[in-house]
């Protein structure tokens, strides 16, 4: 069983396949004799990569594995500068592969190693998280952070294929695995309102890792990611309604300092906010609003910070999103919902009613 997504992206197309045991079609034929280098962080390394090592080396491929600590601490330029080495070790020439096997933090990271090694080597992403498998995975966007914050330094670039392997995720962590589902709902506001219904329809397949459920909306996630980055691949417009909840989502990380919230769960949040300013600025129905706060509790994702609060009040928040990347001129930019399947991008909220709906919400 597995299906198959097409990203058109002229001579940087690929394909992207999900489902269980994936063969990786690019390497299987014509890549006998040439090297691979697999990077994986520790968690991951201990539970697939002997198993990816035999499947490489089963296509007749030299392969090594390069394993970097696990945690987002390791998207750094001191671990491009390793996996530089372990790949001048490997032996690795321009018709080698490097070959990410993990959730975001691995792809980003091992793409943009591959996006400058050689000035550019072949690259295969295997995610084995949820968020990796219908976000960051696809779409080329590779990078690490500096100090001054997230993402900072990176490249687009695009794999030659994506394959994810659904049954990698029975070893995903509870939480890791609901902060996927985030991306997943956010993916049925920005386009898709019969992804939506399904979703609610189908919370105890998704909750119990069903995988005939998973493979249909997985790849569904990723057939939207893949228009939307077809039409924008370098994010100069329609790819920011990617960011639907992320507005305030990187506020939220960003004041706890990256420790208390994981990604999907900040974004959780972002996304019962912008529904709030949407219900005031756009026209999101009323019913609409709490459907989306019903779901995102039914998934197991926060809809309020509950009694320990954000780590940080209105007004810190507020300034974090001054510095967010898509913000103006300190003006944060938001994208709002006009009904399910449907936003407005690059949609500047008035500051009272800004405080107005934050308080609404999270008073
Ligand atoms: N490039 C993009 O377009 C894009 C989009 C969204 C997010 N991101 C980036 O993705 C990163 C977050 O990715 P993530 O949420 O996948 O986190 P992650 O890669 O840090 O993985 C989360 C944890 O799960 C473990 N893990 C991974 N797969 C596992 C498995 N199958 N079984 C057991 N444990 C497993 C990892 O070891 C890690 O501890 C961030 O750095 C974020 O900036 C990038």
Redesign the pocket.
Known sequence: MSRTVHVDLDERSYEIRIGTGCEIASLREGAAGQRALIVS????DA??GARCEALLAGYGMKVRRAVVP???GT?DLKYVQELYERAVEAGLDRHATIVAL???????LA?FVAATYLRGVRFVQLP??L??MV??SV?G???VNLKAG??LVGAFYQPVEVVADLA??A???DR?YA??LA?VVKYGVIWDAALFRKLEEQVAGLTQRDLTVLEAIVARCCEIKAEVVAVDERDAGVRAILNFGHTLGHAVENVAHYDRW???EAVALGMVYAAELSRRETGFPDEDAKRLTRLLKDLGLPVHPGAGGFGGDWVALRAAMSTDKKSRQSVPRFVLAQKLGAVVFDHAVPEDVAAEAFGAVFG
């Open positions: 962080d520790a968690q991951v539970h697939y696990a945690g987002e998207k993990g959730g975001g933090m691995v792809g980003d793409g084995t998280t968020l990796a976000d960051s779409g966007k590779t990078g997230k993402n990698t995720l070893t995903l962590p890791e902060s996927g991306e994981l990604h999907g």
